[in-house]
């Protein structure tokens, strides 16, 4: 249980930061004349700060949700199928990732789903194969 919160705190953290990051890369400059109500060249500059930081800030904590749901579920899945299968190997990962892809993506239907297990158990070999076991 200790892993689990810990893995959904460094989940969300991650992702906020990233989403601190990509939401400041990706901000998307022609949305801003819509919320301030003036085309963007003349909406003051503070105007513009205002709205880019508020999307931003947005999309940063979406971000840290969704990765802290992702990682919720692929410790959670992790520690109870290592204590099911009693061991600690690779295939805990393949499992555990191939569970979390094919929960994040059950709101797209079964092709979704079934994209993701394989996607996410694909990362989580490489991943494990990159870091070395834990």
């Not at 949305?31 to 999307?55: F, I, N, T, Y």
């Not at 579920?73 to 061991?87: A, H, L, P």
């Not at 499992?95 to 989580?124: D, E, H, Q, V």
Request: hydrophobic share 45%.
């Amino acid at each position: 249980v200790p892993r689990t919160i810990g893995g959904v705190a460094i989940g969300y953290i991650g992702g906020i930061g990233m989403g601190l990051v990509m939401g400041m890369i990706s901000a998307d400059p022609g949305l801003q004349h819509v919320a301030v109500g003036r085309e963007a060249p003349q909406a003051p500059m503070w105007d513009q700060m205002r709205v880019s930081w508020r999307q931003t800030g947005k999309r940063s904590v979406a971000m840290g949700k969704n990765l802290a749901v992702l990682s919720g579920v692929f410790s959670g899945s992790e520690c109870v199928i290592e204590k099911w299968r009693g061991k600690h190997d690779v295939m805990n990962q393949v499992l555990s990732g191939c569970f979390a892809g094919a929960a994040i993506s059950a709101k797209s239907g079964p092709l979704m789903m079934c994209g993701g297990c394989a996607g996410f158990a694909a990362f989580s070999v490489a991943a494990e194969a990159i870091m070395g076991p834990h």
